[in-house]
């Protein structure tokens, strides 16, 4: 587990552009499954946008709060950004067809999971957005983990990745 300071919203992209930038190295014999967790107004969306703007897609990233989800394709890869926020019970994620939207070639990005625990497959990368006030100031933080051993090193690229970025910026 990795918590990171986030400072300024250049350093969101750059979290961001580490995430893309470590999935793109690697091999892809199975897709991604992010978790993105926080409050409202986080940053969750916001590091979606960034780490989907990586990759080189430049359609109109929104919140998919109302939609539940939203898709894109570039090169070959295929990305769902879902917000489960509005789900008043876990079995609503059954209606959606999530199973069959996971291969390869697939990155799935998931805010609030949490709604929908129960009926999700394990994440490769769970990222909780936090914020704390000090005073009139606002810090907000950045906390990367994993549950499987073998995306450890993955984690870890992700953030040498980061901070490499970051002190050359």
Not at 130 to 136: A, F, H, R, V, Y
Not at 138 to 156: D, F, I, P
Request: negative net charge; proline residues 2%.
């Amino acid at each position: 587990m990795y918590t990171i300071k986030i400072s300024e919203l250049k350093e969101t992209s750059i979290l961001a552009a580490s995430i893309a930038e470590s999935i793109c190295k690697e091999e892809r014999s199975n897709g991604k499954i992010i978790y993105l967790y926080g409050d409202l107004g986080s940053g969750k969306t916001t590091l979606v946008r960034y780490f989907l703007q990586s990759f080189g897609i430049v359609d109109n990233i929104k919140s998919p709060s109302f939609s539940i989800m939203e898709q894109y394709y570039i090169n070959e890869i295929s990305f769902y950004h879902f917000d489960f926020y509005r789900f008043n019970h876990q079995s609503e994620v059954l209606n959606i067809g999530l199973n069959e939207l996971k291969d390869k070639n697939t990155i799935m990005l998931i805010e609030w999971p949490e709604k929908a625990i129960g009926f999700l497959p394990k994440p490769d990368l769970e990222i909780l957005l936090s914020c704390s006030e000090i005073g009139t100031d606002v810090e907000r933080y950045a906390t990367l983990s994993t549950q499987k051993n073998k995306e450890e090193k993955w984690l870890t690229n992700i953030i040498s990745a980061y901070k490499h970025v970051l002190a050359h910026t």
